[in-house]
């Protein structure tokens, strides 16, 4: 076996880990997506719109906005390459020993945290909802909600430590099914207290105090499997711990750029006519869907191998690896993005189209969802290639990257939304994000020595032919739908087409030799034989 023979095999190799890995980051993020809209028609049912909902919101919008900020997204990536370079050149038990000292320096961080934000919840409550002092009882009522989910931002930030150690570990499940417990808490809260409680929007705030509890003892559970026994160490100058925390500061500046980005867009469709927030909002959700299940599954799935292979200093490796996994994005997103572009009105009548949300407004919302359509791909591309930036522990280019882009979606937006109204604020988003994922294209070469990847390596010709496969019948169905009201005929014909385009999709890959459809369809197989 010649020396590129083998570097071949254990690209292919690690790529079935990933494959794997995405099939069940993939499930978990569906199910857990699914518990999400079920959790908002309940919180609906139960409490409607007004005061004490959005009392809830506001109490629980720092907590969760820290969450994203820190916990869940800086620590994460930060965290997961530095644990696999000492476990694969110091050994497990030193591995163990920065995890110790990590729960122990974060835990105690966490506290001071939580203390700092029940002490100073009214405060809190004034910078994110100033007008609520308007109304005595509402801010009461918020600041008293906000000391009850607070130390929730404490249970999540461990929780996301454990996480990134089980997923440096090939171990994803445990991670991957944390947001269902929350979502799974906050309904049987909602549903069995809110009678009971006074408030009766407490109940809510019991789930996700509950919840977060839940979600840590789950991934204690495999952490004491592998043999990890925690008792407090404190050594904050660790060198592996000082490496993470400086890796931290410019990926909690990289989140913080996203958001600001978020921010700018809202603040220019207020300029619009009204309406013009709301159809973004729900064509962004929409977006989100296959972004969260799909690309954001690869990117998550591939930083343990990608860090692996980066600490072992294989870089031809390391390349082809990343080479594959791009591929296997492509293979994923460039249909999704193709149904969701053809399929967005039927879409939006389905789940949307009734009472006050008319046809009008399906017709505005679809024209902002045919834009982030196309986004998606690029997006996607995005998703995978940070990872492989975090891997060679490289932080500062995938924020560089970022921040570029925020401005250019600035431009982008200022000048497309005069033409297209909201719609244009949807284009710039993948204007923005082609710019991003040039610029890591062109820094990773760069970095990698040789990472040019062409149209043939990715197999782009031939996933473009099997979506079109899968295009003719679901253009063919969606002209036979009616498409008029959301009735169950609707439904039922839109399940049919999503199915039936995904049957054919994966049909015509198989023939024309696509490897991501062997294996993720043999991964997915494994994934529902064990559930």
């Known amino acids: 076996m010649t020396a590129s023979d083998s570097q071949q095999q254990q690209a292919r190799h690690e790529s079935g880990r990933i494959a794997r890995a995405v099939a069940v980051l993939s499930s978990a993020t569906l199910l857990s997506r699914v518990l999400g809209l079920l959790r908002d028609i ?12 959005d009392a809830f919101f506001v109490a629980f919008r720092l907590p969760n906005t820290l969450r994203r900020l820190f916990a869940e997204g800086s620590l994460t990536v930060a965290f997961v390459p530095v644990f696999v370079e000492v476990s694969e050149r110091e050994g497990e038990q030193r591995a163990h020993q920065l995890a110790r000292r990590g729960f122990t320096l974060l835990g105690a961080v966490l506290a001071l945290v939580v203390l700092a934000g029940m002490l100073g919840a009214p405060w809190i409550v004034r910078l994110t909802a100033w007008g609520f002092t308007k109304d005595p009882a509402k801010f009461a009522l918020t600041v008293q909600l906000t000391r009850a989910v607070f130390p929730f931002l404490g249970l999540i930030g461990l929780t996301a430590l ?9 171990i994803f499940s445990y991670p991957a099914l944390a947001p269902v417990l929350l979502n799974a808490c906050m309904i049987a809260t909602a549903l069995t207290l809110s009678g009971w409680l006074e408030p009766p929007i407490a109940s809510l705030a019991v789930g996700v105090l509950l919840g977060g509890v839940l979600q840590l003892v789950l991934q204690g559970v495999p952490l004491g499997q592998r043999g990890f026994r925690f008792r407090p160490e404190w050594q904050w100058r660790d060198p592996a711990l000082l490496k993470v925390a400086r890796l931290m500061g410019p990926t909690v500046f990289g989140v913080a750029v996203y958001q600001v980005n978020i921010l700018v ?68 997103v460039v249909p999704a993005a193709a149904g969701l572009l053809v399929l967005a009105r039927p879409i939006l009548v389905v789940l949307l189209q009734r009472g006050a949300f008319d046809a009008a407004a399906v017709e505005a919302t679809a024209r902002a969802l045919t834009w982030y359509a196309l986004a998606l791909i690029p997006v996607a591309g995005v998703r995978v290639l940070a990872p492989a930036f975090y891997a060679l522990q490289d932080t500062r280019t995938p924020v560089m990257a970022a921040f570029w882009s925020l401005w250019v979606n600035l431009a982008a937006s200022l000048v497309l ?70 009735s169950v005929g609707d439904a039922g014909l839109l399940a049919v087409l999503v199915l039936g385009g995904g049957v054919v999709y994966l049909g015509s890959a198989r023939i024309l030799g696509l490897d991501e459809a062997r294996l993720l369809t043999t991964a997915l197989r494994r994934r529902l034989r064990r559930g």
């Open 42 to 53: 309940v919180v609906a049912a139960l409490f409607g719109v007004g005061g004490s909902v």
């Open 162 to 170: 454990a996480g990134g150690i089980l997923n440096a570990w090939g």
């Open 265 to 332: 867009s809202t603040l220019l469709a207020s300029w619009l006519p009204d309406g013009s927030i709301s159809y973004l909002y729900y064509a962004e959700r929409l977006f989100q869907l296959p972004l969260g299940v799909f690309a954001v599954a690869v990117g998550t799935a591939s930083l343990p191998s990608l860090s692996r292979l980066a600490a072992r200093g294989d870089a031809a490796v390391f390349r082809d690896t990343l080479g594959q996994t791009l591929r296997m994005s492509a293979f994923i």
């Open 417 to 486: 939304m005069v033409p297209l109204q909201h719609a244009g604020l949807a284009l710039a988003t993948g204007v923005s994000s082609a710019f991003n994922l040039g610029y890591l294209l062109w820094k990773l070469r760069a970095a990698t020595g040789h990472a040019r990847f062409t149209a043939r390596e990715l197999s782009l010709g031939r996933v473009l032919l099997a979506t079109g496969a899968m295009l003719v019948p679901v253009l063919w169905g969606t002209a036979q739908g009616s498409w008029g009201g959301g």
